[in-house]
T-cell receptor, first 112, second 114 residues
Framework: GESVGLHLPTLSVQEGDNSIINCAYS??????FIWYKQESGKGPQFIID?????DKRQGQRVTVLLNKTVKHLSLQIAATQPGDSAVYFC???????????FGAGTTVTVRA | KAGVTQTPRYLIKTRGQQVTLSCSPI?????VSWYQQTPGQGLQFLFE???????NKGNFPGRFSGRQFSNSRSEMNVSTLELGDSALYLC?????????????FGSGTRLTVV
């Protein structure tokens, strides 16, 4: 099965700085990767995704990097804002599978 | 465009009872997945349906079951509730059959078993 782990359970960042959240996965057959943001009392909110045929994808203030060689995924948030305070999850899907395996989540706190 | 709708938002049940949770996916989405979220175990996959067929099931006891209707709406049922079933139950919908289009989650149903 798939094992998904995060490097840090918590991250404190100064407002305006860049944030980097890391995730490691175990299954080399993983082909689809998603980052979610979850605020208190809400369901996970889609941030950005990337397929295994890519190594970088950019969105608005966010970038996802995929290193298939070391099975590592990261989310970069530029110019972090107070509204970015939340729990961030990486989710991984194996080829031919229909479920997502989630990491434990990183709690990001933005300091004013 | 309406998102994924889950009802009810909150539920309190007694041990031994059964419960049914409902999920209406985004219009046009044919895949519906269910996840259980707890502080200790995080997000755990329950099952996935596409066109009324269960394609994947997670490692949960048979007390957990689900189904999908022809309009893609889905329900999950938990029988003989245990205290450990207290959790946030999340539903996610996806457009295509291959699951590469992103999964949109609802706000969840918070189930408390007393």
């Amino acid at each position: 099965g798939e094992s998904v782990g995060l490097h840090l359970p918590t991250l404190s960042v100064q407002e305006g700085d860049n944030s980097i959240i890391n995730c490691a996965y175990s299954n080399s057959a993983s082909d689809y990767f998603i980052w979610y943001k979850q605020e208190s009392g809400k369901g996970p909110q889609f941030i950005i995704d990337i397929r295994s045929n890519m190594d970088k994808r950019q969105g608005q203030r966010v970038t996802v990097l995929l290193n298939k060689t070391v099975k590592h995924l990261s989310l970069q948030i530029a110019a972090t804002q107070p509204g970015d305070s939340a729990v961030y999850f990486c989710a991984v899907r194996a080829r031919g599978d229909y479920k997502l395996s989630f990491g434990a989540g990183t709690t990001v706190t933005v300091r004013a | 465009k309406a998102g994924v709708t889950q009802t009810p938002r909150y539920l309190i049940k007694t041990r031994g009872q059964q419960v049914t949770l409902s999920c209406s996916p985004i219009s046009g989405h044919r895949s519906v997945s269910w996840y259980q979220q707890t502080p200790g175990q995080g997000l755990q996959f329950l099952f996935e349906y596409f066109s009324e067929t269960q394609r994947n099931k997670g490692n949960f006891p048979g007390r957990f079951s689900g189904r999908q209707f022809s309009n893609s709406r889905s329900e999950m049922n938990v029988s003989t509730l245990e205290l450990g079933d207290s959790a946030l139950y999340l539903c996610a919908s996806s457009l295509g059959s291959r699951g590469l289009d992103g999964y949109t989650f609802g706000s969840g149903t918070r189930l408390t078993v007393v």
